[in-house]
């Protein structure tokens, strides 16, 4: 897995900010899309490539509990986050929805802007091809993996117990 990190070194950035409150009268990833981080970073959509990361410090994804935020990033063609920490229902939103969200200590302080990351999650670790540096993760747990692998909680349920 590859592609571009944009860096936010900054601890807490919200719900509200990744998707603000006002747009969230659709499910539509691709309209949500068009206003993910808007309130953070006006410029993001122009900056995110597809495959790309947001790399950001402590507590992503704090505030308001919402599926939301992880469809718009995704819709924007966002593969994941890495981040120092996660709000622990951001984190399982990301998980529920087989969207990848790698927690690493410092993390913001090792990615620059526009590094060209390769991402290894079974053997847990970030290439940046940019700086030719590898930075180790805990890998997911088994079932995590295979929650990511299959698109989230609801196929992940339905492999495991033959639900058509």
Known sequence: ???????????????????????LNTDKEKELAEHAMEDLDENFLDKIEPGGWVVAGKDFGCGSSR???VWALRGAG???VIAE???RIFYRN??????LAI????????????????????DG??????????????PFPEFAQKMIDLGGLMNYIKSEYNFE
């Open 1 to 23: 897995m590859k592609g571009k990190a944009i860096v936010y070194q900054r601890d807490h950035i919200n719900t509200d900010e990744i998707i603000p409150a006002r747009y």
């Open 67 to 69: 599926e939301h935020a």
């Open 78 to 80: 966002v593969q994941g």
């Open 85 to 87: 920490s996660f709000a």
């Open 94 to 99: 990301c998980l529920d929805n087989g969207f």
């Open 103 to 122: 927690q690493i200590e410092n993390v913001s302080e090792k990615i620059n802007n526009d590094d060209e990351l390769e991402i290894d999650i079974d």
């Open 125 to 138: 670790k970030i290439i940046d091809l940019t700086q030719d540096k590898k930075i180790d993760f805990k």
